[in-house]
């Protein structure tokens, strides 16, 4: 009688180790956004974990969007101001950051 409850009681606890392995997270689970945000990540870090699971996977990652509009770079004043600092600066080039540089 014994030995039958010792190899029940056996039985019992390899289900459920087994079960306990099945219920485990996978790297998938722990990197989800629902997963992320329920765990008090801000919405930057989300987007962030999402853009490196991109960049492993090799999928096609969106590029970001600069947050001023390229007018405001391309006004008058602004251009003033890039001309004024690239004279100033006795070592950058007058060619600094335009497309007519030659090698």
């Given at each position: ?16 180790l ?36 991109d ?34 600066d ?14």
């Amino acid at each position: 009688m014994k030995k039958i409850n010792l190899t029940i009681f056996i039985a019992l606890v390899m289900i459920g180790l087994c079960c306990i392995s099945s219920k485990a997270m996978s790297p998938n689970d722990s990197t989800s956004a629902d997963y992320l945000k329920k765990h008090g990540y801000s919405a930057e870090m989300v987007r962030l974990v999402n853009v490196q699971k991109d960049r492993t996977e090799q999928k096609e990652v969106p590029a970001e969007e600069k947050n001023f509009k390229k007018a405001v770079w391309d006004s008058k004043p602004m251009k003033t101001l890039k001309q004024m600092f690239r004279t100033s600066d006795v070592t950058m080039s007058p060619d600094f950051g335009n497309n007519k540089i030659k090698f």
